[in-house]
Nanobody, 122 residues
Framework: QVPLVESGGGLVQAGGSLRLSCAAS????????MAWYRQGPGKQRELVAT???????NYANPVKGRFTISRDNAKNTVYLQMNSLKPEDTGVYYC????????????????WGQGTQVTVSS
């Protein structure tokens, strides 16, 4: 097992900023893609942003220009900088990572974090 531990959530006013972190630990040979998802109240979980092992990024349209995903490969950590937050950004944010736990370089296991609550007040 590879735990993904998230931190950085909280309550913020609209227009404010938060930075989420997610660190992987344990048996890790390499990490492929990492991502952030979120699930708002009464909504399905949706993709927020992804980052490849090489640093290529993709963002969901609602967060483009406001959120920035980054990673520190030496620390096995992914970050999500969230600026200009809106009430509709409220939800539980989950990190996701594809991790090579066997040293195969071709087989990656998908892991999820436990989620961190982000609440944006109007």
């Amino acid at each position: 097992q590879v735990p993904l531990v998230e931190s950085g959530g909280g309550l913020v006013q609209a227009g404010g900023s938060l930075r989420l972190s997610c660190a992987a630990s344990g048996r890790i040979f390499s990490i492929n893609d990492m991502a952030w998802y979120r699930q708002g109240p009464g909504k399905q979980r949706e993709l927020v942003a992804t980052i490849s092992s090489g640093g290529s990024t993709n963002y969901a349209n609602p967060v483009k220009g406001r959120f920035t995903i980054s990673r520190d490969n030496a620390k096995n950590t992914v970050y999500l900088q969230m600026n200009s937050l809106k009430p509709e950004d409220t939800g539980v944010y989950y990190c996701n990572a594809e991790i090579d736990i066997y040293g195969s370089r071709i087989y990656y296991v998908n892991y999820w974090g436990q989620g961190t609550q982000v609440t944006v007040s109007s």
